[in-house]
């Protein structure tokens, strides 16, 4: 007999869409506030071993992520009441994940990251950008991206930042160009569904930046989506923002 334990059960996948449904919050599973149980891949009980597989380390660079991974074996000997233990320490992982829902998501509003971090973009982000605005790929680069080689072409740039009149900024404590809303507790992504990736990998677990102040909890009404402001001969929006350089 064996048998492989995924953590991450399918229960708590629901869950979680359940919350964001209910609610209108974001939540992911990358966002678990799992610690040290986070770099746990699986565990496998047979009849003589409990076998775990983790990852010790996560370097991430910029554009790509190294991990290591490591196994740990433990050989038990029919101990029933350690495989006991296990499952129940399994259990309660489960139960852990199935009560944290409503402390995965941002307060409403915050976008604090959003102003003091610059969103890289590979080709898949551009052009889900692209479509999402109805516009192509190049002028998504041309508008919206801050062109950036990298060594294996994935990263293709950053977003552009503006500052409080839509003018594109340089400056690290402006906004992105798709944040909206007016101040904090009012902020919100206007390309939400087709936010980049490395949007998509923020979490308030262990965000030094979080406002605080902001109530958490409840649902977030957010305003319209952002809009390029002008349309191409073909029928294609291609400006967004307008701004001097
Ligand atoms: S794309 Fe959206 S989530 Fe990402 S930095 Fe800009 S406003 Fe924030
Ligand atoms: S809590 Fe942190 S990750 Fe979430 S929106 Fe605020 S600054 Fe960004």
Redesign the pocket.
Known sequence: MQETIDLIAHRELRNLRRFTRETGQPTQLTSLDLGEMSYVQSIEIDEEHVTVKYNTKTVRNYNANEITHKEWMYKYNDDEDFVAAVRRVIELSRKHLYDLPENLSCPPGC?E??SG?E?FVNRDDVQRIADHLGMSYDEVMKEYVVPRESADGFVVGW?RKVDEKGARSEETEDK????MGNRSGRYY????EA??SD?REFTPIGCEDVDVSLPRGGAYKTGRPFQPRHKSKNGSANNGRRMST
């Open positions: 976008a990251c959003c971090y969103p977003l992105c160009v798709f944040l992504c206007g390309i939400y936010r980049p949007c």
